[in-house]
């Protein structure tokens, strides 16, 4: 006699592995690669990005997140951005932390949730400035500062190698005042401001 249930009784439950679960579930929803061109894009963005990334003076993986919490809809929590980028808990804490520091994301809190989310400045513009105050800070002040001790330090010596090496200096803290000086202009100026001084200046 079949067991009402059928030939399975109620003590031998069959269930699918819970990535099997999930990953037909992204095919009911169209997230797949091969379904969405939307997931393919964005892969490539986020990967591309994350090359770019050492441009500007961060670290692939920091980039990498960077570019997926830009480009998504919502705010993630940091297994959402594991699960994304396949990369460790330690990994994620460390790059989330370190991108909230450069002020390109920021800490998302929802009432009843212990978790932390995390979202993007998507202001393409806002985005700009804050990388150029963040990269004199970090790289153009520590550099002026270095060459500004240099050229103290050989400032009045008769040798002509140091009378040579002071002016060395001195022409490269020249260089490094003005592009800190262009810099904090860039990036407390207003955004129709600049984008009329560049086409004014690439238009000679």
């Known amino acids: 006699m079949l067991h009402p249930e059928?030939?399975?009784g109620p003590s031998r439950k069959i269930s699918l592995p819970v990535t099997n679960f999930q990953y037909l579930l992204k095919i009911m929803e169209g997230e797949t690669s091969?379904?969405?061109?939307?997931?393919?894009?964005r892969e490539e963005f986020v990967s591309q990005w994350g090359t770019l990334g050492s441009a500007w003076g961060i670290?692939?993986?920091?980039?990498?997140?960077?570019?997926?919490?830009?480009?998504?809809p919502r705010a993630l929590s940091t297994d959402e951005v594991m699960e994304a980028l396949q990369i460790s808990r330690g990994n994620a804490n460390t790059n989330l932390r370190d991108l909230v520091g450069w002020g390109l994301i920021r800490?998302?809190?929802?009432?009843?949730?212990?978790?932390?989310?995390?979202?993007?400045?998507?202001?393409v513009w806002k985005m700009f400035?804050?990388?150029?105050?963040?990269?004199?800070?970090?790289?153009?002040?520590?550099?002026?500062?270095?060459?500004?001790?240099?050229?103290?330090?050989?400032?009045?010596?008769?040798?002509?190698?140091a009378q040579a090496f002071h002016d060395q200096m001195e022409r490269l803290l020249d260089f490094l005042k003005?592009?800190?000086?262009?810099?904090?202009?860039?990036?407390?100026s207003e955004k129709n401001f600049v984008v009329k001084l560049a086409a004014k200046l690439f238009s000679k």
Do not use: W
């Not at 990269?135 to 040798?159: F, H, M, Y």
């Open 6 to 8: 059928g030939l399975v």
């Open 34 to 41: 091969c379904s969405n061109p939307l997931h393919d894009a």
């Open 59 to 72: 670290n692939r993986t920091m980039a990498q997140i960077h570019a997926l919490l830009m480009t998504s």
């Open 107 to 123: 800490v998302v809190l929802r009432k009843g949730d212990r978790k932390e989310y995390f979202e993007s400045e998507k202001d």
């Open 129 to 161: 400035c804050t990388i150029s105050r963040e990269r004199r800070r970090r790289e153009i002040s520590p550099a002026t500062e270095v060459v500004a001790r240099c050229a103290e330090s050989t400032k009045g010596l008769k040798d002509p190698d």
């Open 178 to 188: 003005l592009a800190e000086r262009v810099s904090d202009a860039v990036a407390s």
